[in-house]
């Protein structure tokens, strides 16, 4: 494989598109007064992006200006000035990077200021922390709140009384709130057209995940995956952009399957595939390009992640319809990771260990989200007895820089790729 520099590598059009994309939506929120457009707060498990834009509203993401805050190296900050105001070490970091954040004035990624959201829509999909978060911006912001309650799948799938149930909350609590607070009255076609839009994005979203199957891979499904995850799953899913940022995306990476080409890294192009992992959780922040560094530097690729599926798991099948607008939005809700049981992330993951051929399963276990974590040693012995591969652990954080320890990580990290490697030996010497 040729080495590419990195100049070349930042260049390629999807990035610049995507980069586009997300300042102009912090120019949308940042105007947002002047403009007269209302504000919505909403999470991005189970986000309903496509009726929020039936009432333009701008979309405002708190996790996704937490992790913008961690990759600026400004969430440490942020933890402490919410530890001062009471909140307790094991609160996910999330939630006190948002309240230090407001503290401090409330700056996006541009430096300017965030506006207050005129509405908190609450898809409730299985955190609670989600509930208790929007309690504490409800009794700072005053202002009107929605709650959807999305039932867990507690038997490992939706039934239809649990998506009538969620259909009826959307016609009766969602819509009209969203109808008082914007202004503007609900057109069901508009909503249509939104559908039928992600619906195609979702399509080469999900062709540009499993082109990880192939060998090598031409994309890293985690590093380079939380990128490929940023449109469909925040503000733009529903928009003509979003299906242009997965066009292009996606004829981005068919030009390096044909070349045989590995994933870009923030180095350039990776040389040598030696390692094919699946990693469960969300990534650290504050050291994202040092955590990803230690992988690429060994010629470990991810092909499959659970992080790429926070948002919305399509690889089983889901697109959004829009003949079935409603229901749609419930189901969406419904299946998303966070609102899965155990039993079905275990499945999941052996499914992808075996469809990916995988080395093995990597969980990297956050210390201040329960949502991710509870269970994760189960999943790890679980996976291993399944799949007959090996499983490791390694700790950090989402965006509090305390708990990033490079020298453990990598420890952890070249120990678990010996171990593969002994497997492998293992095998090559019985065979
Ligand atoms: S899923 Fe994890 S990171 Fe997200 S709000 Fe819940 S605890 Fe925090």
Known sequence: MSAKPVTEAVKELSMLKQKTMIAGNYELLATARESGRKVVSTFVPGNLNELIMCFDMANNLPEINAIQSGMRKKSGGYIMEAEKRGHSEDVCTYVKTDIGMIAKGNLGPDGRALPDPDLLLLSYTGCFTFMKWFELLRQHYKCETAMLHVPYEGDGHASKNMRDYVVKQIKEEVIPKLERVSGVKFDIDRLRQYLAESAKAEQNFVWVLESAKHKPSPIDAYFGGVYYIGPMFTSFRGTADATEYYR?????????????????????????????????????????????????????????????????????????????????????????????????????????????????????????????????????????????????????????????????????????????????????TAA
């Not at 590995?262 to 390009?289: A, C, I, K, Q």
């Open 248 to 428: 292009l995306l996606r004829q981005e990476i068919e030009q390096r399957i044909a070349d045989r080409l590995g994933p870009v890294t923030p180095d350039g192009e990776m040389h040598e595939e030696r390692y094919r992992l699946v990693v469960e959780g969300p990534p650290n922040w504050t050291s994202f390009r040092d955590f990803w560094k230690m992988f690429y530097d060994e010629g470990a690729v991810v092909v499959a992640s659970t992080y790429t599926k926070v948002g919305g798991i399509y690889d089983l099948g889901f697109r959004h319809d829009p003949d079935h607008p409603l229901e749609t939005l419930a189901e969406y809700c419904l299946g998303c990771y966070t609102n899965r049981n155990l039993p079905a992330r275990v499945d999941l993951i052996e499914k992808y260990v075996n469809e990916y051929e995988a080395d093995g399963l990597l969980i990297n276990s956050i210390k201040s989200c329960n949502s991710f974590s509870a269970g994760q040693l189960l999943v790890l012995r679980e996976i291993e007895r399944r799949t007959g591969k090996p499983a490791a652990f390694i700790e950090t954080d989402l965006v509090d820089p305390r708990y990033f320890s490079p020298a453990n990580v990598k420890n952890r990290l070249e120990s678990y790729l010996q171990m593969i490697e002994q497997k492998r030996h293992g095998a090559a």
